[in-house]
């Protein structure tokens, strides 16, 4: 049986005066209900491998297969509905909305993608509840809303499509520090809920160590090492893994990732994303 996403020999090139080779030859697998997190600093490709996987970038070599079929570029007329099973979320929600459309037909774009698979709706309120907010804001406009709140309606239409693969690249970063880890832990746990894999793109291990099964750490377009999240931070092989994790500050200066935070974790996180943050 194929994998959810499997990606050989990525190679993704930017042609200009001198050609960028922003991934160069990279190799990375993910099983439904995974979450894979792709880590390492920036400019390193990990946007350009992002951008590869949901067929926005077209490689240069190599393959980018989802359940055994080649991505299709995004753009492509005709792309089989199946795709649609593919679906991303970016570091700027603003990105991902339209502005000038209600929130609720937003949501419905992502329920009608689904349908056309075959997969069972729900209401654009019920998504907005899933994501932690007032359903009652679904006649609202992008714009009546917090960064924040934009991201989960971001997140919302997203999972509304049904998606068994979410590529998320950053999308934390441009949150405020209070909610970034219950938007991510809330992301793992929906994941899991609908058997999805998911790759997680952050520069904040804190809250990657807590939410990905396994990470991947790419470093001038190639991944460095991989494995087991926990194996990774306990571990590190790579002198490059070594650096990023000690450059994370930790009372005990011993440059290990601090423990998952889920004494203190925010009021609003549901008991369901508290179990799932604990058990891994
Ligand atoms: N559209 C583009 N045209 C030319 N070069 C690009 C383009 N997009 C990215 N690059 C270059 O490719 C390399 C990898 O960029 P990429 O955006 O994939 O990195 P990243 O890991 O996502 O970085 P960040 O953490 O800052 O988001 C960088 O050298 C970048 O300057
Ligand atoms: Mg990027």
């Not at 774009?109 to 689904?114: Q, R, S, W």
Request: charged share 20%; hydrophobic share 45%; with cysteine.
């Amino acid at each position: 049986m194929s994998a959810l996403l499997s990606i050989d020999d990525l190679v993704v090139e930017y042609a200009g005066r001198t050609t960028v080779r922003a991934v160069d030859g990279i190799g990375l697998t993910i099983e439904p209900g995974e979450v894979l997190a792709l880590v390492g600093e920036s400019g390193c490709g990990k946007s350009s491998t992002a951008r590869a996987v949901v067929g926005m970038e077209k490689p240069a070599s190599g393959t980018v297969d989802y359940r055994g079929e080649t991505v299709p570029p995004l753009g492509l007329r005709r792309r089989p509905q199946r795709f649609t099973a593919i679906q991303m979320v970016f570091q700027d929600p603003n990105s991902s909305l339209n502005p000038r459309k209600r929130v609720d037909a937003q949501i419905a774009d992502g329920i009608a993608a689904a349908r056309l698979r075959g997969a069972a709706g729900s209401t654009p309120q019920e998504w907005l509840e899933a994501v932690g907010l007032d359903a009652a804001m679904a006649s609202r406009f992008p714009h009546q809303f917090s960064g924040g709140q934009r991201q989960r309606i971001a997140i919302a239409r997203a999972l509304a499509a049904r998606p068994d693969l979410i590529v998320a690249d950053e999308p934390i970063s441009a949150l405020d520090a209070s909610s970034q880890a219950a938007v991510a832990g809330l992301m793992r746990q929906l994941c899991l809920d609908a058997g999805a894999g998911m790759l997680f793109i952050s520069h904040d291990l804190s809250v990657v160590r807590v939410i990905a099964d396994r990470t991947a750490v790419m470093y001038r377009g190639r991944i460095v090492e991989s494995g087991r999240s926990e194996t990774i931070w306990a571990d590190p092989v790579h002198p490059y893994t070594r650096a990023l994790l000690s450059a994370i500050p930790h009372p005990d200066g011993l440059g290990r990732m601090p423990a998952a935070p889920a004494a203190e974790a925010p009021a609003e996180w549901s008991a369901s994303i508290r179990e799932a943050l604990d058990r891994v």
